[in-house]
């Protein structure tokens, strides 16, 4: 059962044979869900031994657990990373791997265009424990530099590419070598491209946040998150931030992210054809003013993306004739398509951001972050294109 990763396997067979998967006790084909708190210490030794790190094994499920250890061996596998943590959310895999970069006292930048959870983890969370995370526009290289000069103690930069909900592309590489030239940290947020489209570490990023809740887990029945970084940065999170701190992996889900992973990049290959038809068509739509998707050639980011993805993603952002009121009107009128946050799921689900994922930001941020009032997003599934833009045809005509 247990196979040997092969470097030169490619990602469709990683995300298979990715960990030494299976039960070699039993012959289980699917991994066993080790739904355990605790285990049983062999001796009064062996439980001495273990705690001292001085044995191979399991103590308890806070500190780790054979079914989300084969999680993270596979996501670090795939990202290309030596090592990975898992964790009950991705809001807790930001907030750990932010806490493991900075401390009281500290400061980072992060892009302007964030997760709605992660600009708010920046505006109200991090500020209670004396940390300072600056929001800068990192489309731009000077801006960013300007930023990481003028603040104190500046440990790191986080970003997201592409961004929620914009779909600003950033420049990995560039701003990777502008973040090591600082000695910063560099973070990635890998949530909406996955490793199948995007491998930041191969530009030199040091850490990549996941909400696995999203296209990983793939289904809409699991809520997770992940950090792959080296072993060092995942040994220092373990050790100062996360096993006290307690936001565990499930043993189920890290069972249900597993086998999403299976079928990652065969998903991830039919979102990005659904999605660049669907963004050529709203293209042309008369009810439709801009279309922000970078698979356009159009796109600001059409360049970087070609570069740093080997396709552009599932996920469509669009603004509406009108505003904030015919962006709410299209939720009430699509009919396929579900009104619902999160994404990456099988099923199509379509957001107004203004008024909910976004509702953290103000009113300035959100023109200062380009999230209009009119603007719609899709996380485009796995249903029949024709289907869908059926459906957003008929919507967009009620508007
Ligand atoms: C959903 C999401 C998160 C937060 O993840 P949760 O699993 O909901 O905690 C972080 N970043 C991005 C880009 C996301 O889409």
Redesign the pocket.
């Known amino acids: 059962m247990s196979r040997k990763v092969k470097d030169h396997w490619k990602i469709e067979t990683k995300a298979i044979h990715g960990f030494t998967g299976g039960d070699d006790l039993t012959g289980s084909v699917s991994l066993p869900i080790y739904q355990t708190s605790t285990f049983a210490f062999r001796d009064s030794q062996h439980g001495a031994d273990l705690f001292k790190g001085e044995a191979e094994g399991y103590i308890y499920s806070r500190i780790s657990n054979p079914t989300v250890e084969a999680f993270q061996h596979e996501i670090a596998c795939l990202e290309g990373g030596e090592a990975a943590q898992g964790?009950?959310?991705?809001?807790?895999?930001?907030f750990n791997a932010v806490a493991t970069a900075c401390q009281s006292g500290d400061s980072f930048i992060a892009s302007e265009t964030?997760?709605g959870?992660?600009h708010a983890l920046i505006s109200h969370v991090i500020p209670r424990f004396g940390i300072t995370g600056h929001e800068v526009d990192a489309t731009d290289l000077n801006k960013v530099e300007d930023a990481i000069k003028k603040a104190k103690n500046c440990k790191a930069l986080l970003f997201?590419t592409p961004?929620?909900p914009t779909l600003t592309i950033l420049d990995i590489d560039e701003l990777t070598k502008l973040g090591h030239k600082h000695g910063l940290v560099v973070m990635v947020?890998n949530?909406?491209a996955t490793p199948i489209l995007q491998r930041p570490l191969e530009y030199g990023v040091d850490v990549i946040?996941?909400?696995?809740?999203?296209y990983i887990g793939g289904h809409g029945d699991v809520?997770?998150?992940a950090v792959v970084a080296d072993s060092d940065f995942i040994q220092r999170l373990r050790e100062d931030v996360y096993i006290d701190t307690g936001a565990t992996m499930a043993p189920l889900s890290a069972w249900l992210l597993l086998r999403g992973l299976k079928t990652l990049p065969i998903r991830m290959k039919q979102h990005c054809f659904n999605a660049d038809r669907i963004a050529k068509f709203l293209s042309f739509h008369p009810k439709v003013e801009v279309v922000h998707f970078p698979g356009l050639s159009s796109n600001p980011g059409y360049h970087i993306a070609k570069k740093q993805m080997s396709d552009f993603g599932g996920m469509i952002a669009f603004e509406v004739a009108g505003g904030f009121e015919e962006g709410k009107k299209m939720m009430d009128a699509v009919e396929l398509a579900t009104v619902a946050?999160?994404?990456?799921d099988c099923d199509t689900l379509i957001c107004h951001p203004a008024s909910t994922t976004h509702s953290t930001y103000s009113q300035e941020e959100r023109v200062a972050s380009g999230i209009k009032d009119n603007m719609i997003r899709i996380s485009v599934g796995l249903e029949d294109a024709g289907d869908l833009m059926d459906d957003l045809n008929q919507a967009l005509r009620k508007l």
């Open positions: 964790f009950g959310s991705g809001m807790a895999a930001t964030l997760y959870g992660t997201e961004a929620n947020d949530t909406f946040i996941h909400s696995t809740t999203k809520v997770g998150g946050v999160s994404l990456g």
